[in-house]
């Protein structure tokens, strides 16, 4: 999730499961959380503001991350306000023979 403004509490959520999570946090303009699986096979979330990065733990009360399930997931971004200015992109890299990606490098 990129910000290009002030965005309250961003949020990301699955159409297709029902699933959402949010974040207890403000986004200042250039600010970017990442979702992203480590090479330990856990979800972790890292905000970059300022050009510092940090582990974040923003989720909000009783949340857990999501993950994304096989075949469609419609997603849409989301803020308590400053939505406008949320923007969201999507990565991801299939795993092979059950090995991260990054560890083959």
Known sequence: LRSSGIVVNPAIRNSTTGEHIGFDTTL???????????????????????????????LGRGQRLMELHPGDN???????????GLQASISFYPMVVGILPEVLV
């Open 74 to 84: 419609v997603l849409t971004a989301d803020a308590a306000s400053g939505r406008e």
């Open 28 to 58: 200042n303009k250039g600010d970017v959380l990442e979702i992203y699986r480590t090479t330990t096979d856990r979800l972790a979330v890292k905000l970059i503001s300022g050009g510092v990065e940090t582990n974040a733990r923003l």
